[in-house]
């Protein structure tokens, strides 16, 4: 089965770029999705088909996709960022999430 | 506003059931699939279930197949999650997520949005 995989921890300081990857064969071949969960909440879509941003994301988030790798990208990160960001692919007719990466802000 | 509000979760034994619901509204329930993504303590999203929009097609993860069965009213703006022969490992939050097309096998499909979840625990 597909597997994508994140890194479980990625710390970042107020204000500085963070970049979460999601790795898989050949995932730049697949459309990518990015979700956010803050704790004890839902998850939120943050991006959608690799670097789109529903409204009311904001512009310090954006992602890209090539390769084996996506990468979700915050630039001047800020403190209410902090969460578990989950990516998204589909392979085989079923969808597979990443096993996620907590955000910290430092 | 769309919103999704599941309930039907609580503790079980294992080997039970139960009938998780999420009651849509918002948006034209019967043109969208839905779907079930759970979520066990601590850990990250498993995809569950999913179901077209007119409800003719359902789709499973092969970890509840045979065991879990997804349907929909779609008078009644509701989608179901009948669980059953429930396993310890099921214990998870349930989240019951709105897809942007009808179908359900679509690369350019996504996750939007996501009601607030109902927790399942299956103890002795």
């Known amino acids: 089965s597909y597997v994508l995989t994140q890194p479980p921890s990625v710390s970042v300081s107020p204000g500085q770029t963070a970049s979460i990857t999601c790795s898989g064969d050949k995932l730049g071949d697949k459309y990518t999705y990015w979700y956010q969960q803050k704790a004890g909440q839902s998850p939120v879509l943050v991006i959608f088909q690799e670097s789109r941003r529903p409204s009311g994301i904001p512009e310090r988030f954006s992602g890209s996709n090539s390769g084996n790798t996506a990468t979700l990208t915050i630039s001047g990160t800020q403190a209410m960022d902090e969460a578990d960001y989950y990516c998204q692919a589909w392979d085989s007719r079923t969808v597979v999430f990443g096993g996620g990466t907590k955000l910290t802000v430092l | 506003e769309v919103q999704l509000v599941e309930s039907g979760g609580g503790l079980v034994q294992p080997g039970g059931s139960l009938r998780l619901s999420c009651a849509a509204s918002?948006?034209?329930?019967?043109?969208?699939?839905m779907s079930w993504v759970r979520q066990a303590p601590g850990k990250g999203l498993e995809w569950v279930s999913a179901?077209?929009?007119?409800?003719?097609?359902?789709y499973y993860a092969d970890s509840v197949k045979g065991r879990f069965t997804i349907s929909r009213d779609n008078s009644k703006n509701t989608l179901y999650l009948q669980v059953s022969s429930l396993r310890a490992e099921d214990t998870a939050k349930y989240y019951c997520?709105?897809?942007?097309?009808?179908?359900?096998?679509?690369?350019?499909?996504?996750?939007?949005?996501w009601g607030q979840g109902t927790l399942v625990t299956v103890s002795s």
């Open positions: 997520a709105k897809l942007v097309y009808f179908e359900w096998v679509d690369p350019s499909n996504w996750f939007d949005p």
């Open positions: 179901i077209t929009g007119s409800g003719s097609s359902t």
């Open positions: 918002g948006f034209t329930f019967r043109n969208y699939a």
